[in-house]
Nanobody, 125 residues
Framework: QVQLVESGGGLVQAGGSLRLSCAAS????????LAWFHRAPGKEREFVAA????????VYASSVQGRFTISRDNAKNTVYLQMSSLKPEDTAVYHC??????????????????WGQGTQITVAS
């Protein structure tokens, strides 16, 4: 198993930037694909970005393509989400998730077995 803890959330003005981190402990970090999802108030959880075990495959939601960057440091057991040009509609709780299946990273929440508690991002207009 793996335990995930997110950090880096907060309040930011529209157009600003934040970097989220998700630190993992437990089983070998590099055996997991990792993803970020968010859940806005009153909405379903949505896919944001995902990265494969060694970082060779990355996928983004169209809503964040070109503004967000996912990366990972397997030596530090951490995955990051660099967020720029933030918009009020990015306001949500952001969760990281881990998937130990082999293959390209999934956009589907049901494919991820382990989840962090989440960190709140609020983008003020």
């Amino acid at each position: 198993q793996v335990q995930l803890v997110e950090s880096g959330g907060g309040l930011v003005q529209a157009g600003g930037s934040l970097r989220l981190s998700c630190a993992a402990s437990g089983r070998t970090f590099s055996t997991y694909a990792l993803a970020w999802f968010h859940r806005a108030p009153g909405k379903e959880r949505e896919f944001v970005a995902a990265i494969s075990r060694l970082g060779g495959h990355i996928v983004y939601a169209s809503s964040v393509q070109g503004r967000f960057t996912i990366s990972r440091d397997n030596a530090k057991n951490t995955v990051y989400l660099q967020m720029s040009s933030l918009k009020p509609e990015d306001t949500a709780v952001y969760h990281c998730a881990a998937d130990d299946r082999i293959g390209r990273p999934s956009r589907l929440a049901d494919d991820y077995d382990y989840w962090g508690q989440g960190t709140q991002i609020t983008v003020a207009s």
